[in-house]
């Protein structure tokens, strides 16, 4: 099983039962719940129908889990049959499904364009970003898990929290005592030192990295490719200074910072901006030892 | 219940500078936002940051390329608080740390943009709207300002006196995504609105998936009027199949448009003979169109921007990021084929009606961004003139929330100033259905202590939620599809009376069917299905006083094209298009564009590119 299911099932549904005292709204939602079920396997079947004598059809099995709903507590599989069109992504296959056979089908998503960083999920076994994951490179049917290693709060959605903490944890932000005199005068910064921290500047904090990193699934506390990527970006800017870069180097030193990697690559091939995350980390290793040196 | 000094609503580019304003000028201030600050739309902006930056270029050569892009419609005082501010706010953000494209110098690239007479946008390669959000975020974080994200505003707590003028907003109520709680955010200072576009009213937009105008719907029904709405940038370039949006600084650095015929059609047509492809976007993309229904388009739907010849590079130097969306989008490769591209909603110049501090016509309501109107923009947006507004205009509401005092305003809200009514009958009926509610049917509450405003607010929204939850009846998405289809068929580029008269009926029609939409998920864990449907209320309200400003102008100004008014009409039209909700019978009224600034005044010129 790649998802982790909250621990405190009967918690929630405590929650539930408490928030549900009016009985007749209950019995209305309980009705509603019903029908919405029958309505949803009636269509279904309809679907499946259609699907057989349609070969432009794909078929999607999505993860689903719902902590309050009856029939969706056990984590199960729900197929879709989704018209193809050229250009599909897996974001548009999700989002048809849910306008037009279940309403109730829950993933984040937003910009459509790779940069927002909602829609990262388990797509035939690798972390992709729906977005710009298309139909035609995936064999079918196509399985649509939510994030592993995270808690899962419903459907394809997961529990960010633990990787806010983990990227908040680095002193993500640009500290320096060294700016220039004139108050409309910018820091100079060369074109090479731009380019050294271009690649670790586009991270959209989708989590993929996280989720397909072993090392991190053992060990709540290690920062992450993510997290320690964002040190990186001001470790290797020149307009910090030296005297920062030593500090920044003590944050990624601790007992669960960059030596916790294991050079697995993992987080690298997943990455959908192509950020080195291997080698950032790898060059920090190493500018972390050279400044033991110096220091010895 | 949660307190604080001052609550910002939504934490794209706006928000967040509005909050670390308000910060640094004392107060303690929360931000509430449905998404995740960074993932906030701000980060898909591409091009740049238009400042005078360098000596040979001036904040008033800046002021009068906006002016002129306005069409004049923009509110000098505004204009030219934007361009004097926007240099201190760019250095602010490299201070911050944000990393710019720089030149052999050291010093931050500028590059060419649309209508601009110096090269003064200011990016960091083709991702200057990521740069910027996360370098904000990164302060924010510093800072430790508390962020309520994925939290989605329903209401503004106002008072409910008749005429909204007199109005107090005291705060806002919020459901918890995640939790499915109801829960009322006191501000005791302000509310700064801070919500972005409204790009979901239409169907081939740039916006994200979120960008429903919840702001400017709130506040248009808890009194505010809507300004300018009639006034939609559709972008030159984005991609066909999903508009994605390719940024201007393609034609910045040289890129060219061809038609079906292999004609450069933006000169050899005569649509802008001096600039060519960088002309005003509403220029470039009316070109576009006019190519397409003359035949001239490939496959009868696009052009092609071809950028082969900067070389590979240039290309990955300063646009890389194009190349990613092209492939990833389109499946084209920008650097060995041309790639397809067509007009697309872009951006909303209009919103909620603000003078240059951010203030609303409502009493402790503020708004900055995209989802206000100050007027910076007027009838047309420059390219690399909306990051800076979001900075300037973010900090400026900020610190006035916050309680600092930046002297009286120039540019009126609501009807302070000088105003006319508009004369002018709709064949169709607006409105709420069923007519005219309580006062401030949507934010108001009847009483007037902020305790017990908020509290009635809670409640209403708790029942609405409950009843959207419990009963039965029809889905949210056919409405919403429906709205997009007959805004981007009928409200688009080119406009024409009937069609506008029409969508107006189809725009009642989709009012008629919301009265029945219901939810059919009924879980209180991450039910985006309620919020869908709830956001879905907010396009419906937007599309209808765009179209009613869209049907009233009977002129052709910047981005609004009439079939019927082929010309600038300056002695009528030099006003500001205004739509109040009066409690569900909108009204429609005009206040005139101030074009006198601190030591000039913009004469109305021809605008020529």
């Known amino acids: 099983m790649s998802t982790q299911i909250p621990k405190q099932t009967e918690e929630s549904s405590e929650t539930e039962a408490e928030t549900d005292v009016a009985s007749k709204g209950d019995e209305r939602r309980a009705e509603k719940r019903r029908r919405a079920a029958e309505e949803r396997a009636r269509r279904q079947a309809e679907e499946a129908e259609k699907a057989a004598a349609d070969e432009d059809t794909i078929e999607l099995k999505v993860f689903r889990y719902d902590p309050e709903v009856e029939g969706k507590q056990e984590p199960r599989f729900d197929t879709f049959h989704v018209p193809f069109t050229k250009g599909m992504t897996v974001l548009d296959a999700l989002m048809y499904s849910r306008d037009n056979y279940d309403s109730s089908l829950t993933f984040r998503h937003s910009c459509r364009q790779a940069v927002c960083g909602s829609d990262a999920m388990f797509v035939n076994g690798g972390q992709k970003l729906a977005c710009k994951t298309q139909i035609v490179d995936l064999e079918e049917p196509i399985r649509v898990e939510p994030l592993p290693h995270a808690e899962v709060e419903k459907d394809l959605v997961v529990d960010m929290e633990h990787f806010y903490d983990q990227m908040e944890a680095v002193e993500p932000y640009f500290q320096t005592d060294e700016y220039p005199d004139g108050e409309l005068e910018e820091q100079r910064q060369t074109r090479e030192n731009r380019e050294k921290v271009k690649m670790s500047t586009r991270c959209i904090w989708c989590g993929a990295c996280m989720s397909s990193c072993n090392i991190a699934a053992g060990d709540n506390e290690y920062l992450g490719p993510a997290a320690i990527n964002k040190a990186y970006r001001f470790a290797m800017d020149e307009r910090e200074g030296e005297e920062m870069k030593q500090k920044r180097l003590e944050i990624i030193e601790q007992e669960h910072g960059v030596w916790r990697c294991q050079t697995q690559f993992s987080c690298t091939e997943v990455c959908p901006k192509d950020i080195p995350l291997t080698e950032h980390i790898q060059e920090l290793k190493r500018e972390a030892v050279k400044n033991n040196l110096k220091f010895w | ?609």
């Open chain 2, 1 to 609: 219940m949660h307190e604080h000094d001052v609550i910002v609503v939504g934490a794209g580019g706006a928000g967040l500078r509005a909050a670390i304003a308000a910060q640094e000028a004392g107060a303690d201030v929360a931000i509430v936002s449905k998404l995740h600050p960074v993932r906030s739309h701000t980060g898909a902006a591409e091009g740049g940051i238009n400042a005078a930056l360098r000596d040979a270029d001036s904040w008033q050569d800046h002021a009068y390329d906006t002016m002129k892009g306005s069409d004049y419609l923009g509110d000098a005082p505004a204009v030219e608080a934007l361009c004097q501010e926007s240099p201190e706010e760019v250095i602010q953000l490299e201070h911050w740390g944000m990393p710019f494209s720089r030149e052999e110098d050291g010093r931050v690239s500028q590059r060419p943009f649309g209508g601009l007479s110096f090269p003064r946008t200011t990016y960091a390669g083709a991702e200057t709207g990521h740069q910027m959000l996360h370098t904000m975020y990164e302060q924010v974080v510093k800072r430790g300002v508390t962020v309520y994200d994925e939290w989605h505003v329903m209401d503004l707590a106002v008072t409910d006196e008749d005429d909204p003028a007199d109005r107090t907003c005291h705060g806002v109520v919020a459901y918890d995504i995640q939790s499915g709680e109801v829960s009322g955010f006191r501000a005791d200072n302000g509310v700064i609105l801070a919500t972005g576009g409204m790009g979901q009213v239409f169907d081939h937009t740039t916006n994200a998936v979120a960008n429903t105008g919840d702001g400017v719907a709130m506040a248009y029904r808890a009194g505010v009027p809507m300004e300018d709405m009639e006034f939609i940038q559709f972008h030159p370039t984005t991609l066909p199949s999903t508009g994605v949006l390719i940024s201007e600084g393609v034609r910045g650095e040289g890129g060219i448009l061809y038609n079906s015929e292999g004609e450069r059609f933006m000169f050899e047509h005569g649509y802008a003979n001096n600039d060519g492809e960088l002309a005003s976007r509403d220029v470039v993309s009316r070109a576009e169109l006019t190519e397409v229904n003359e035949g001239r388009g490939i496959e009868d739907e696009y052009v092609h921007l071809d950028m082969r010849h900067l070389g590979e590079e240039r290309i990955l130097d300063r646009l890389e990021n194009i190349l990613h969306l092209a492939e990833d989008f389109e499946g084209a490769d920008g650097l060995t084929e041309p790639m397809p591209v067509k007009p697309g909603q872009h951006y909303a110049m209009g919103g909620i009606e603000t003078n240059e501090h951010g203030e609303t016509a409502i009493d402790g309501l503020y708004a900055a961004g995209e989802c206000a109107c100050a007027s910076v923009h007027g009838a047309n947006r420059l390219g690399g003139n909306a990051l800076p507004e979001l900075i300037v205009f973010g900090k400026r509401a900020g610190r006035h929330a916050a309680g600092e005092d930046m002297g009286e305003a120039t540019v009126t809200t609501g009807k302070d100033g000088e105003w006319e009514a508009a004369d002018y009958e709709f064949e169709i009926e607006v409105g709420e259905t069923g007519g005219k509610g309580p006062a401030a049917a949507d934010g108001g509450a009847v009483a007037s202590d902020a305790e017990s405003v908020l509290g009635a607010t809670v409640e209403r929204a708790k029942d609405r939620v409950d009843e959207l939850l419990a009963r039965k009846g029809r889905n949210h998405a056919e409405i919403r599809s429906k709205v997009q289809e007959t805004m981007t068929a009928n409200v688009n580029v080119f406009r024409e009376e009937g069609r506008l008269e029409e969508t107006l009926g189809d725009l009642r029609e989709a009012r008629e069917a919301y009265k029945d939409v219901a939810v059919s998920d009924p879980s209180r864990t991450f039910n985006t299905d309620l919020i869908h449907t709830m956001e879905t209320r907010n396009i419906l309200d937007i599309a209808e006083a765009l179209t009613m400003g869209a049907l009233a102008r009977k002129e052709f100004r910047g981005a609004h094209w009439r079939k019927e008014h082929q010309e600038r009409k300056d002695e009528n039209w030099l006003k500001h298009t205004l739509v109040s909700w009066n409690d569900g019978e909108p009204e429609l009224w005009y206040k005139p564009t101030i074009l006198e600034g601190e030591n000039k005044t913009y004469e109305p010129k021809s605008r020529s590119y």
